[in-house]
């Protein structure tokens, strides 16, 4: 394992979008940018200070739309969906990190149609829709003041955008892990295997989860599992 720094995310993410344009599953990217701001860096990307449009109370179609647009993101992928991964971090401590998976309201899944896409220059447009997409996020932040024990967990994934919903992570996720979890739960095909030649797992962070979180129902990420 690399030590934990920007430039080892960095690189952790770079090299996964590398590795998603040359399986032709990612059609646009922003690569990484590192950014100093005062006494913490961000690891980032071009377009992120328009992110602030998920934030609003409107319809995810416009929120998709306008993120689409301005390009606020760091792959959109072959079915349309936008991957957003931002860290923030102090020293060598992640403070905080924001990552977002925004499906397309427009086209279908790719598993449901895999051939098509990867036929047909990856550019499906499809009328009908069979599903209802929604945004999720995996949020870490590990300020003082805004944490909480159970209510707001420093590691936590939020479905829908629903205010309220904080289930609890137990560390926070790395780029590798959260491209993993996007690829494996909406990607995967018995056709299609995008996980199993991802880059390595390079970095790790520290768990993060309370005993009282762990008493509930909540995620794990299983870095004791890799070597």
């Not at 598993?111 to 036929?119: F, L, N, T």
């Not at 491209?179 to 962070?205: A, G, M």
């Amino acid at each position: 394992m690399k030590a934990l720094s920007p430039k080892s995310i960095k690189e952790d993410l770079d090299g996964l979008i590398s590795e998603l344009i040359g399986k032709g599953i990612c059609d646009d990217a922003n690569f990484s940018a590192v950014r100093s701001f005062g006494n913490h860096v961000d690891v980032t990307f071009k377009g992120s200070e328009h992110i602030s449009i998920a934030l609003g109370d409107i319809e995810y179609t416009e929120i998709y739309n306008e993120l689409a647009e301005k390009r606020s993101y760091n792959m959109k992928l072959v079915d349309g969906a936008l991957v957003q991964l931002m860290y923030r971090m102090k020293g060598n401590r992640l403070i905080q990190h924001r990552l977002s998976f925004y499906p397309s309201p427009n086209l279908l899944p790719f598993q449901d149609d895999p051939e098509s896409y990867m036929r047909d220059d990856l550019f499906l447009e499809i009328v009908q829709r069979r599903i209802v997409p929604f945004p999720l996020r995996f949020d870490f932040d590990a300020r003082d003041g805004v944490y909480a024990d159970v209510t707001h967990p420093k590691s936590h994934l939020t479905l829908g955008d629903v205010k309220g919903c904080r289930i609890p992570v137990s560390a926070p996720l790395t780029p590798r892990w959260f491209v993993e979890f996007i690829l494996r739960n909406f990607y995967q095909t018995d056709h299609h295997d995008f996980v199993r030649d991802l880059p390595r797992h390079r970095i790790k962070f520290p768990a993060s989860i309370t005993a009282n979180e762990e008493s509930l129902m909540h995620m794990v990420v299983p870095y004791q599992a890799v070597r």
